[in-house]
DNA sequence: ACATATTTTTAGATTTGTCTAAATTTTTAT
DNA sequence: ATAAAAATTTAGACAAATCTAAAAATATGT
């Protein structure tokens, strides 16, 4: 059994966050990510993307091809897995233990996610006793980089009537997060489709014994998970 | 009542560096620090320090006088404290919720002072129970930066035979605080000074029912509080 | 007091990460 | 197929934070 990494390379704060964004761009599946892409993600330009690009190759964290785009090497989804696993752990950190709501939390978890310290992120783990989902119902990944994907359907998708328990949300913009606050829909609620408007698609829901109406857009950003 | 700041001046990590280290080098008390000085503590060289005082200067965080010397402005000295109210609040974070000894707390909370939200620290803070001192028993400033500098004395200084009680340490070397883990010698114990070595300044203390003998090099780093 | 040593600053260079503007390549539309 | 549009890269510049080497100011010793 030879090591599997003997050098943890340094990587700054930008360069992490450039990881960060290709891998969410969908560029772990050996699927190339345009530089334009990745710079409207990031609110950046495209010439500073092909900057980093060349950076990242020498590296060996990117396959960079000039013209055709970027996608992570297995190094660099390594690397891609263990900063989401810290922003995650940090997310439920802040919430269960700190009070924060789930809107207040990415900012925050922004600049926690690059903290360097493999004891600290695995001590906030056994502290949060190794959650598997964050607040918004994405799966952390664990110590060694295996992802959890739970299936899961667009509420807006479920047949009617039918329900399911509410595990995620689409939209983590804070209005988003603040709306299901205001109207108390959270993970873990059994929600039961009754009707949808054939007019504007919006759907009548019932969570427990309360009725509301909720638009189509509300509807294809919140996830479900069905009996199957 | 006017707001006391109404803009919240952002500063990049080095900077915030750059004024702890003037803080703790005394340059709180209009009393000025050399370049040179600065230079050594920061690792850095005096030409870099010129350049940060002129910057700093810049920004109304220090007073800097040409070839004098650099002390901080009522600004600075408030900044100072809140950086050093975010790292000891970590420190206490560390050790008392995730288990870290005293010597392995402060390279990440060097980290994880710089993480930008009031409410993080805040919350941190309330989850502790309002902590006044850090692992090592220095005072922890609060959000209004007051500052409990409590009095205390070196073992060393100590009357023979006499007894204090153990509330910090001087040297807060890995080195010094794992030879002291190793002893069982720890905040809050009381130290009985029985006898001094004429020859070599070493004493004879009791901890509990324990005797063991210390050299001056730990006296001299060890502070005692005395009943008074 | 004055020469020498020390400290501090200045000037110019380097690295990282970014930008703009121009050049190049790829894609799209007719 | 080829001209126009869009995307991408290159070249050159800039700010932040650092460095080295040289110049300037201050301190020290006899």
Redesign the pocket.
């Known amino acids: 059994m030879a090591a599997r990494q003997l050098t943890i390379i340094f990587l ?4 992490e ?2 990881i960060k964004t290709i891998f969410h761009l969908g560029g772990n599946k050996s699927q190339l990510i ?4 990745i ?1 409207e993600q ?14 990242l190759a020498e590296k060996k964290l990117v396959n ?6 970027i996608s992570l090497t297995g190094a660099g989804i390594k690397t891609a897995l263990s900063i989401i696993r810290k922003h995650r752990l940090w997310e439920v950190f802040l919430v269960k233990k700190l009070d924060f709501t789930w809107d207040e939390v990415h900012e925050v978890a922004e600049q926690l996610e690059h903290i360097k310290s493999e004891k600290l992120i695995d001590r906030i783990d056994a502290l949060l006793d190794y959650p598997k989902y964050d607040p918004h119902g994405d799966p952390i990944p664990t110590k060694n980089g295996e992802f959890l994907v739970r299936d899961k359907q667009l509420l807006s998708e479920l047949a009617i009537p039918s329900s399911g328990v509410c595990v995620g949300v689409k939209d983590t913009s804070a209005a988003f997060l603040k709306f299901l606050d205001k109207n108390q829909i959270a993970l873990g609620h059994e929600i039961t489709v009754m009707e949808k408007e054939v007019f504007d698609d919006s759907l009548k829901i019932k969570i427990g014994e309360r009725v509301l109406q909720i638009s189509n857009q509300i509807a294809t950003n919140l996830y479900v998970k069905t009996e199957s």
Do not use: F, H, L
């Not at 700054?12 to 360069?15: G, L, V």
């Not at 345009?34 to 892409?37: E, I, W």
């Not at 990031?42 to 950076?55: G, H, I, L, N, R």
């Open positions: 700054t704060r930008a360069e966050n450039y345009s530089t334009n892409a710079a990031m609110e950046t330009k495209p010439s500073s993307v092909t900057d980093m690009a060349k950076k960079y091809i000039r013209y055709q785009g």
